[in-house]
Structure formats: structure tokens, C-alpha cells
């Protein structure tokens, strides 16, 4: 390592001197970067002690630092609280998410058993009236067979009477006839 009186080279041994620049070798810099300070120390703090300047410097440092973790621990404990007051409300959000999930599939059941037995009337009813339409067509189609038949009965009678009755035969059923509604009348007289 160098000495520490090599720092202090004059000016003019450097190629550079007489002009401003940057010295980038650190072994060189630090020692000189030192003197100037503890010269600018001396000049200024005539009478102040060099090492009381270093602990209230220190001090002040060390105070804000001290701040600096204060404030980070009323930070961090406001933090805690407010993250306890989320999950506080997120669990209540979950629970009341579940009643709602749960309510929704209670009604949904509900709706679909509702659904279901309102379907079950109307195919129920929808059956009554098939099977009423069935019943009433039939007596229609069993009433238009009779009135059918007996007119066909009517026909074949009439045909019968009138191919068997001779007009001599048709009086005397007309007088047949004649004499029982009259003897009748004489029974209720």
C-alpha cells in the first residue's frame, strides 16, 4: 500500500496538471478526499471538536434512523390491522357468498319442483279433456249410429206396411183403432 505522503505528489508531477479532471484510482482519491475534509473541518469548526461534530452527526443519524423504524412499525402495525379488517370482511363476504349459493339452490329446487308439479296438472288435465273429447265423440258417433239404424228401421217398416196393407186391410186397422180410443174414453168417463 502507498504512503500516505505519496498522495500529497504536487500538482505539477501529474500529466494533468493545472486542469480540472476526475481521478478514478481510488487508493489515491480517498486519502486526499479525507484531508480536504478534515481541512474544511478545522477551517469551519475552529474550536469545535472534530469528534463532538462526528457524534452529533452520528447522533442525527442515528435519531432519523430510529424515526425512520418508528414510522416503519406504525406503518406495519396499521398495515396489520387494516389486512385483519379485510380478511375480517372477506370472510363475511365468503359466508354471506354461501348463503347466497345456498339460498339460489333452494330456490332453484323449489322453482323446478313447482315447475315440475304445475307440468304434472296440465298433462293431468290435458289427459281429462283428451279422454272427455273421447267419450263425448263416441256417444256423438254412438247417437248418429242409433238415429241412423232407426231411420233405416223406420224405412224398412214403412216399406214393410205399405208392400203388406192393402187399402182394405189399412181401413180396418184405422176402425180397429177408432174403436179402442173410444172405448177407452168411455172407461175414464
Given at each position: 500500500m502507498k504512503n500516505v505522503t505519496d498522495s500529497f505528489v504536487p500538482l505539477g508531477?501529474?500529466?494533468?496538471?493545472?486542469?480540472?479532471?476526475?481521478?478514478?484510482?481510488?487508493?489515491?482519491?480517498?486519502?486526499?478526499?479525507?484531508s480536504v475534509v478534515l481541512g474544511v473541518l478545522i477551517f469551519f469548526g475552529k474550536g469545535v471538536c472534530a469528534s463532538c461534530l462526528l457524534s452529533?452527526?452520528?447522533?442525527?443519524?442515528?435519531?432519523?434512523?430510529?424515526?425512520?423504524?418508528?414510522?416503519?412499525?406504525?406503518?406495519?402495525?396499521?398495515?396489520?390491522?387494516?389486512l385483519k379488517k379485510a380478511r375480517a370482511r372477506l370472510r363475511k363476504v365468503e359466508i354471506e357468498a354461501d348463503q347466497f349459493r345456498v339460498n339460489g339452490y333452494s330456490e332453484i329446487e323449489r322453482e323446478k319442483f313447482t315447475l315440475i308439479n304445475s307440468t304434472y296438472k296440465i298433462l293431468e288435465q290435458l289427459e281429462n279433456y283428451k279422454n272427455e273429447t273421447i267419450h263425448f265423440e263416441q256417444q256423438r258417433a254412438i247417437n248418429q249410429v242409433r238415429q241412423q239404424v232407426f231411420q233405416q228401421?223406420?224405412?224398412?217398416a214403412i216399406g214393410t206396411l205399405n208392400s203388406c196393407l192393402s187399402n182394405e186391410l189399412h181401413l180396418r186397422t184405422i176402425n180397429v183403432n177408432i174403436g179402442m180410443f173410444g172405448a177407452m174414453k168411455e172407461i175414464t168417463d
Open positions: 508531477h501529474w500529466p494533468s496538471a493545472g486542469s480540472f479532471g476526475l481521478n478514478t484510482d481510488i487508493l489515491a482519491t480517498n486519502p486526499i478526499n479525507l452529533d452527526l452520528l447522533d442525527n443519524r442515528k435519531q432519523r434512523i430510529l424515526n425512520t423504524i418508528q414510522n416503519s412499525e406504525e406503518l406495519r402495525g396499521g398495515a396489520i390491522k387494516q228401421a223406420l224405412k224398412g
